[in-house]
């Protein structure tokens, strides 16, 4: 499994960024995907998760109306468009694939982080 | 939301020594809860999933337990390469939300 991450670099505020991941070594059209992201010396935050089709797709209140995630299934490629962009929105940004499995205690099928990208940086500054 | 607390934010430890670190959640999650290692200029790395399962390739003296809101990661003996930090992470219900993460560091 791989995940390489590109397309980060230093933006000023108000500006756009898209940050792409291509994935390799698996078979993309059977994960849903996510963005994840650390601000400098901070925590891990979620961001946005997209399912295997595109068309169950979730975002962080933090972003949601300036960020739009996407993927290319032909490509095996995952995206990120990232606009009006904040000072707050410096951070690591991480491609993270989920796996799924069956919760047999809620009959149910659920899906964990297993791979992370190795981070592209993004940098929101004047 | 969902909110995760880890405890304790840091500790210290020696090689050998049995480390435990909690994490709560504000609402009842059921199983559904992760745990990841982190190690500085590093990506996270999976180490267990449904609170108590070992994520592919992960050594056995890492174990999980708990249930509901209430969950631990402990590390049987800690060797220098587990110097690190550790978070948890909640997947039952959107917005996904992370603790705030325990650095564990050499005594």
């Known amino acids: 499994v791989q995940l390489v991450e590109s397309g980060g670099g230093q933006v000023r505020p108000g500006g756009s960024l898209r940050l792409s991941c291509a994935a390799s070594g698996f078979a993309f059209t059977n994960h849903n995907m996510n963005w994840v992201r650390q601000a400098p010396g901070k925590g891990l935050e979620w961001v946005s998760s997209i399912n295997i089709m595109g068309n169950y797709i979730y975002y962080a209140d933090s972003v949601k109306g300036r960020f739009t995630i996407s993927r290319d299934n032909a490509k095996d490629s995952l995206y990120l468009q990232m606009n009006s962009l904040r000072a707050e929105d410096t951070a690591v940004y991480y491609c993270v694939r989920l796996r799924g499995y069956y919760d047999a205690l809620t009959d149910s099928q659920k899906y964990y982080f297993d791979y992370w990208g190795q981070g592209t940086l993004v940098t929101v500054s004047s | ?107």
Not at chain 2, 23 to 45: E, M, T, Y
Not at chain 2, 69 to 82: A, G, H, K, N, V
Not at chain 2, 93 to 107: D, M
Request: charged letters at 15%; a neutral charge.
């Open chain 2, 1 to 107: 939301d969902i909110q995760m607390t880890q405890s304790p934010s840091s500790l210290s430890a020696s090689v050998g020594d049995r480390v435990t670190i909690t994490c709560r959640a504000s609402h009842d999650i059921s199983h559904s809860l992760a745990w990841f290692q982190q190690k500085p200029g590093r990506a996270p790395k999976s180490l267990i999933f449904a609170a108590s399962t070992l994520h592919s390739g992960v050594p056995s003296k890492f174990s999980g337990g708990g249930s509901g809101t209430d969950f631990t990661l402990t590390i049987s003996s800690l060797q220098p390469e587990d110097f690190a930090t550790y978070y948890c992470q909640q997947y039952n219900s959107y917005p996904l939300t992370f603790g705030g993460g325990t650095k564990v560091e050499i005594k």
